[in-house]
């Protein structure tokens, strides 16, 4: 038994470079989450950054001036005539990706693409295609899954710790009703809540069979849509999942929290911290700090993830074809909330 319990206190959550990690990556979107996150974290685990591109040009100049770029365009398509590119990190809104997915593709480059993939099945499916007909990786940036909290969450369900998960919820507080979100339609599903609907399917290893979602606006927000949502979802008779967000609280009063209960236990936490409940366990309530960031270092796991899928000739663990099951619950998640009907996941 006490063996068993160092196993659990040495679950390896964190993420691991392949071999091969001197990839010439070129960056095209040089606003604030590739300076924030994307570029730290390549620059934190010596990932080979060759060029950049963004049609500002005092914004593609000013981040190769601050990351050591050797090189920065305001045309993608002199990036992408780089031979020392071979990954192309997309980091840009909507607008445009698709035909910019098909060129990379068509030069033969492999991709990593910021989440949201698409906000149609359309345009996902479309670059999904293209990479697949030039035999290139697709890699969907939903670099939540290897926050510290959320891969050990993973770990736990698959060593059996928490046995059958019957119950999952999703809880966030924050305010974002201002910028480039207030101006992008159902900006808190399918921009922001994707995160945590993906999570879902991550942790259970199960597609939904059904959602219902409600939303409200708050009196006088500037966002264009919804900022509160309700999300139900229904995996079958023993799994369910809740999500509750306010992205347009007043007042400092930031919050984000999970659980999931299974047969044999409970784990709560965020993206740093979890709170382990077991039944068996020799200490009824345990916490755990974890090493490790979601901000910057899960930006660093997913194109480690890339990297190591072009070395083994495999799948990414997100690739373009898997997250458009991500995307059409996020999708119907839309179209609940606007009919007021559940909405059942073909």
């Not at 470079?17 to 990839?23: A, E, G, R, V």
């Amino acid at each position: 038994m006490e063996q068993r319990w160092c196993e659990l206190l040495g679950l390896d959550y964190g993420f691991h470079l392949p071999t091969k990690t001197d990839y010439g990556i070129g960056i095209i979107g040089c606003g604030g989450v590739v300076n924030s996150a994307h570029l730290p974290a390549y620059r934190k685990f010596g990932f080979k950054v060759v060029a950049c591109c963004d049609i500002r040009e005092e914004a593609a100049r000013q981040t190769a001036e601050r990351f050591g770029i050797p090189k920065w365009f305001t045309d993608y398509r002199d990036l992408l005539d780089l031979p020392e590119v071979e990954i192309v990190d997309i980091a840009i809104h909507q607008q445009g990706r698709v035909e910019i997915v098909q060129a990379a593709a068509q030069a033969g480059k492999h991709i990593l693409i910021q989440k949201p993939f698409a906000h149609n099945m359309e345009n996902a499916l479309a670059m999904v295609e293209a990479c697949e007909k030039f035999g290139v990786k697709l890699m969907v940036n939903q670099q939540a899954r290897y926050a510290p909290g959320h891969r050990f969450v993973k770990l736990l369900i698959e060593g059996g710790w928490l046995g059958e998960v019957y119950h999952l919820t999703h809880h966030v507080r924050g305010n974002q009703d201002s910028g480039w979100a207030v101006e992008t339609p159902n900006f808190l599903i399918i921009d922001h809540g994707i995160h945590y609907l993906d999570l879902m399917r991550y942790w259970t290893g199960r597609e939904p069979k059904r959602v219902y979602a409600t939303t409200v606006r708050m009196p006088g927000q500037r966002a264009i849509s919804p900022m509160v949502y309700s999300i139900n979802l229904e995996f079958d008779e023993h799994c369910m999942a809740n999500l509750w967000f306010n992205d347009v609280v007043q007042g400092r009063d930031s919050h984000y929290e999970f659980t999931v209960d299974g047969t044999k236990g409970t784990v709560r936490g965020n993206a740093t911290q979890v709170t382990l409940a077991l039944k068996d366990a020799p200490v009824p309530v345990m916490r755990l700090d974890l090493k490790g960031s979601w901000f910057p270092d899960a930006f660093a796991a997913t194109m480690a993830e890339l990297m190591r899928a072009i070395q083994e000739n495999d799948e990414p663990a997100i690739s373009g074809r898997d997250n458009l099951k991500t995307l059409k619950l996020a999708l119907a998640a839309v179209q609940s909330s606007e009919t007021h009907q559940p909405v059942a996941i073909d």
